[in-house]
C-alpha cells in the first residue's frame, strides 16, 4: 500500500513538470475576463428577477 502512495505521489510529480502555466499578464486577463462575466450573470439575474417580482405583483 505505501509503495502504491509512493508510486502515485512521484506521478504527480513527474506530471507537474509538464505542466505549463500562464503568464502573469495572461492570468490577469483571464480573472479579468471571468469578473466582468460574473458582474453580467449577477445584474441579468438581477433584473430578471425583479421584473418578474413586479409582474406577479401586478396579477396578485
Do not use: C, G, H
Amino acid at each position: 500500500m505505501i509503495d502504491k502512495i509512493k508510486e502515485f505521489l512521484n506521478q504527480v510529480q513527474v506530471e507537474m513538470k509538464k505542466v505549463t502555466w500562464p503568464e502573469k499578464d495572461e492570468l490577469i486577463n483571464a480573472t479579468l475576463v471571468v469578473f466582468v462575466i460574473s458582474a453580467i450573470f449577477t445584474l441579468f439575474i438581477f433584473f430578471a428577477d425583479s421584473l418578474m417580482t413586479y409582474i406577479i405583483n401586478l396579477l396578485y
